[in-house]
């Protein structure tokens, strides 16, 4: 089992920046590829970013790209997603994952292991 625990969320104006973390505990961390998902009020969770287990491929959502950067630590088993630029599109509750195998998956359904989630809320 791997537990994912979330932090960094907020409520952040138009134009602001956050940057999440995500803490991983319970199996070698370096052996899971990573990713960020988020999920708006009424609609489906969608991928956001996801980063391989050395951390020198990462891969990200047309809607993101140039704004958003992920980024992770092996020795700290975290993962990270600095959020710049933020819009009003990007208010949801966003999740962390990992997935054993593989690398790059957009889907849910390619992650083992999911965090709660933490909500972000950029007002104008």
């Known amino acids: 089992q791997v537990q994912l625990v979330e932090s960094g969320g907020g409520l952040v104006q138009a134009g602001g920046s956050l940057r999440l973390s995500c803490a991983a505990s319970g199996r070698t961390f370096s052996n899971y590829a990573m990713g960020w998902f988020r999920q708006a009020p009424g609609k489906e969770r969608e991928f956001v970013a996801t980063?391989?287990?050395?951390?020198?491929?990462?891969y990200y959502a047309d809607s993101v790209k140039g704004r958003f950067t992920i980024s992770r630590d092996n020795a700290k088993n975290t993962v990270y997603l600095q959020m710049n630029s933020l819009k009003l599109e990007d208010t949801a509750v966003y999740y962390c994952?990992?997935?054993?195998?593989?690398?790059?998956?957009?889907?849910?359904?390619?992650?083992?292991?999911w965090g709660q989630g933490t909500q972000v809320t950029v007002s104008s």
């Open positions: 980063i391989n287990r050395s951390g020198d491929a990462t």
């Open positions: 994952a990992a997935r054993f195998v593989g690398f790059g998956g957009e889907r849910a359904s390619e992650y083992d292991y």
